[in-house]
């Protein structure tokens, strides 16, 4: 069950990674493209840094799914928007599934599991 606890995990990092490519999808298609394409990538990774992140600075029972909510529904609707409607619902999709699964406690527990496993060989 581990293994499969740190695949889900490595596959809610890939979808983070996913979001923000989104963003940069949507800047791609409106003007001024140039700013945009990095603009938005940033401001969603500035939003997840400091907000979204397990070890977030603003972070919250409350606020933490609020802008996980927020950064992945903009993200899918940028898809939208920027005529791939195709990929935006699979985004929207995968994203439901692997953040639901990420919930649960069995894999929920495993990033605060190898904070204590054992210290650094040499010690």
Known sequence: MVFLGWWVL???FLDELLAVAAFGVWGWAHDPRWLLV???????????FLVASPKATYGGPVRRPVVKVIVFGLASWALWDAGH?????????????????????SI??????VSGARPPAGR
């Open 10 to 12: 490595a596959l809610v």
């Open 38 to 48: 990095w603009l938005l990538p940033l401001a969603a990774m500035t939003a997840w």
């Open 85 to 105: 409607p195709a990929w935006a619902l699979a985004l929207l999709v995968f994203s439901v599934v692997v953040n639901a699964l990420a919930l649960l406690p």
């Open 108 to 113: 929920a527990a495993l990033p605060g599991q």
